[in-house]
């Protein structure tokens, strides 16, 4: 089977999918490819920060977020191993209306994308779909083929974008290297009932230990417990009992709460890696989200980056229509305004591995008195809270910021929450 549209999209995830309602939206014919056999299903942990509520504010999908699925979260709490509080967050203090974290349930945002995507006549969603291979015309990609169940398909198309995750098979066709690294830890994710009242999400570390409570609707609750990667079978072989007495050592006060995961089917394992590429972009192709630039989960980030990528693109595309211009030279304005933030994020990340991963007793001894720093800092608090919220685009510390967050230096705009500013 042989068919033409604009845009031809691999991979309805976080990022494609948001790529594909936004052209939708603005009446731009669209394939999308997904080898899954629907929506997703599985257990994840579904955080929507700030730039990405904007992001399905812009799409009109907010506000239509079930209630009965949806959590807002305003203080996070980081504490050391054991329940002592280091430092708060107060999400209250960024500029409304996006000045909250919103807890969903699984899968719930991504859902409700998808339905609005199959609204759309201008949207062709195909589901058990596998991308094989791209077309070329004179060195310039014009479209690809794939297998839809067992049948071929020919896909020709102005424009082939790469959403298909970190080890995506777009990117290896484009011959585009990649930096993939796999980090040593990953997070075993669990879906908990409030046995006990939650109503602030709580962050511990400790020696080479990370833990979060997360609140969310309908009185359940996210546990983000580190673990070594490829561990998780040997995780549950130790039986619940034994999971549930390593987190009420890290957090007694939830042991309440610890105590209803009876089945490790309310568990999930997630990896974790980064990926850095060259370029984005190629003569008639684009990559977005991780399969451009995974990062660590320690910058809250990763899907909100794919959105905003998406939301870019789908700027920059009808341009591109209207010109009959789909070269790399055009396709770049969107890798330019986007990888100055998504860098700073990737470094950043990899800071926070170092120090909220370590078993470094001193390490670890710098990483609590940053915390305390911030706590009494104003100025340096809402730097960082605007980094996770998605609302920076270069770093939150320089490096008198660094010896002062460290407690080396006074800081005289400490308690200058405005000199924090986002940029």
């Given amino acids: ?33 997904e080898r899954a056999p629907g929506p997703p299903q599985g257990l994840r942990g579904e955080i929507l920060q700030p730039n990405g509520q904007q992001v399905l504010d812009q799409l009109g999908l907010l506000n239509k977020l079930p209630s009965e699925s949806t959590r807002t979260v305003h203080k996070f709490h980081f504490c050391r191993v054991g329940g002592e509080r280091l430092c708060t967050v107060d999400y209250g203090d960024l500029p409304p209306p996006y000045n909250r974290a919103v807890v969903t349930l699984p899968n719930v945002a991504h859902h409700a994308i998808l339905s609005a995507i199959e609204q759309e006549p201008s949207v062709s969603l195909r589901y058990r779909s596998t991308f094989t291979g791209l077309l070329r015309d004179q060195g310039r990609v014009v479209g690809l083929t794939a297998k839809q169940d067992d049948a071929e398909l020919t896909i020709k198309a102005k424009v082939v974008v790469g959403a298909d995750g970190a080890f995506s098979k777009v990117r290896d066709a484009l011959q585009i290297p990649a930096e993939l690294h796999l980090y040593p830890q990953g997070y075993l994710i669990a879906l908990l009932d409030a046995s006990i009242p939650l109503e602030e999400a709580k962050y511990f570390v400790g020696k080479k230990t990370i833990l979060g409570m997360f609140p969310a609707a309908g009185g359940k609750v996210y546990a983000f417990y580190m673990i070594k990667a490829g561990s998780y079978d040997h995780v549950k072989a130790l039986g619940l009992p034994a999971l549930q007495e390593a987190w009420t050592k890290i957090d007694p006060s939830s042991e309440p709460i610890f105590r209803t995961l009876t089945d490790w089917k309310h568990t999930a394992f997630m990896p974790t890696g980064r990926v850095r590429t060259p370029t984005w972009v190629a003569d008639g192709a684009v990559l977005i989200g991780d399969a451009a630039h995974a990062m660590n989960p320690h910058a809250s980030q990763g899907r909100m980056q794919a959105m905003v990528d998406a939301m870019t693109l789908a700027e920059l595309l009808p341009d591109c ?23 700073m994020l990737q470094k950043l990340a990899d800071e926070q591995v170092l120090f909220w991963n370590t078993a470094n007793p001193v390490i670890a001894f710098l990483r609590d008195r940053v915390f305390s720093t911030l706590d009494r800092n104003a100025r340096l608090r809402y730097r960082v809270l605007s980094t996770t919220a998605g609302l920076r685009k270069d770093a939150p510390f320089g490096m008198m910021d660094r010896l002062m967050a460290a407690g080396f230096l006074p800081d005289p705009s400490a308690r200058d929450m405005a000199a924090g500013g986002a940029r």
């Fill in 1 to 33: 089977m042989v068919v033409e549209t604009d845009i031809a999209v691999v991979g309805a995830g976080g990022g494609g999918a948001v790529l594909a309602l936004a052209l939708a939206q603005k009446g731009i014919k669209t394939i999308v490819l």
């Fill in 321 to 343: 229509l209207a010109t009959n211009d789909y070269s790399a030279a055009k396709l770049r304005a969107y890798e330019t305004l986007r990888r100055p933030q998504v860098t």
